[in-house]
């Protein structure tokens, strides 16, 4: 484990002082939350919105310009988040993107849109290893394409966790990335992924990492949101010594911090506020919970909710009635039992499932 961690040199200084909880929140007033029916999954934001309609029709051309204008932007988390959904959509009509890769061979966007929609399309075979290897020069082929784009390393990193690659290579994969971009959110959860398979139960490891790179973000960065992804995994393994109850706590509420620095009328910030629900009613915290639910508004995500529920969308539901409930019943204050962060540890059947685009 020490050698994993030394790879990862450039956020595994000693973490500072990790954040408090500042007191006991006031009761809420009666919120305000969309009618069940007006509650939509994976809902695009306009841009995406409209280059997934051309796409749709066969013109690749408005999917085209989208990764573009992020790339001349350096727009890179937007960019990650673009290519993981134009590629989840190619392949179920992949015509558009076979289209765009004949017109345009080299270029760096269709490049990248191929190779995600190729590590997408391996990831759940008995012989991904094998397969995986096959995809390694299409990766190769978009990280050399514009050599400022982080997307491409994030991308190997996946690729690199799925071929079971060993901790050298990956920390090397992992160099290239943060040269790039050091607070890319997207890297940052694919290392710490492959941490998390690396040493699975050591959750505290996780921590570690997870909260020395928060800690170094700058404070719009949606890596402080990564002690987050540490505390989902505890909550959700079922294995491994315990963690502590505050440290979950800081990391909810690092989360909800920047939560509170996002807009609330777009729909990418829901890909935050919908694992944060999740956590904060795990940890036994519905009233906190239940003003990300009011946050993200009607814009439900697959990511966590499908985890553990075949149907996403009416577990989002379920879960935000359940907060409703306990907050009208005046549970969940502040200082909740430690227990309550136990009780919603257990290991899902569906462990190890595929985030959309993520893996």
């Known amino acids: 484990m020490v050698d994993t961690m030394a790879l990862l040199h450039a956020f595994t200084r000693t973490p500072k002082g990790r954040g408090r909880r500042t007191g006991t929140p006031s009761p809420l007033a009666p919120v305000a939350l969309p009618a069940d029916d007006e509650v939509l999954l994976d809902v695009p934001d306009d841009a995406l919105g409209r280059a997934l309609v051309g796409a749709a029709a066969g013109d690749h051309t408005p999917a085209a310009e989208l990764p573009l204008a992020t790339r001349r932007r350096a727009a890179w988390e937007h960019r990650d988040r673009y290519v993981r959904r134009l590629a989840a959509f190619a392949r179920s009509r992949p015509e558009w993107l076979d289209a765009w890769r004949a017109r345009a061979p080299r270029d760096p966007d269709a490049l990248l849109v191929d190779a995600q929609r ?9 012989a991904r290893v094998e397969l995986l290897r096959e995809v390694s020069p299409l990766i190769t082929a978009a990280a050399r394409a514009d050599h400022r784009d982080p997307v491409p390393w994030r991308l190997a990193l996946d690729h690199a966790r799925g071929a079971r690659a060993g901790h050298t290579y990956f920390g090397e994969l ?5 040269r790039r971009a050091p607070h890319h959110h997207g890297c940052h959860v694919a290392a710490l992924r492959y941490l998390a398979s690396s040493w699975h139960g050591s959750h505290r490891e996780c921590f570690d990492f997870a909260d020395t790179a928060a800690q170094d973000a700058p404070e719009s960065s949606l890596t402080q949101a990564l002690p987050l992804r540490a505390a989902y995994g505890y909550l959700t393994d079922g294995c491994g010594p315990a963690v502590e109850r505050a440290r979950l706590d800081a990391a909810a509420d690092r989360a909800v911090a920047l939560s509170a620095r996002l807009p609330s009328s777009q729909p990418w910030p829901a890909e935050l506020r919908n694992p944060l629900a999740g956590v904060l009613v795990r ?9 990300q639910f009011r946050l993200t508004g009607p814009y439900a995500t697959s990511f ?10 009416g577990r989002f539901l379920e879960v935000r009635q359940e907060a409703l409930r306990a907050v ?25 499932r595929p985030e959309p685009g993520g893996h």
Do not use: Q
């Not at 190729?118 to 008995?126: E, F, L, Q």
């Not at 966590?304 to 969308?313: I, K």
């Not at 969940?332 to 899902?348: K, V, W």
């Open 174 to 178: 992992w160099e290239a990335a943060v």
């Open 304 to 313: 966590p909710w499908d985890r553990d529920a075949d149907d996403p969308l």
């Open 118 to 126: 190729a590590v997408d399309r391996v990831w759940d075979s008995p």
């Open 283 to 291: 940890l036994g915290r519905p009233r906190d919970a239940l003003e």
């Open 328 to 352: 009208a019943s005046g549970a969940g204050t502040a200082g909740a039992d430690a227990s309550a962060a136990g009780s919603g540890r257990s290991r899902s059947e569906r462990r190890g």
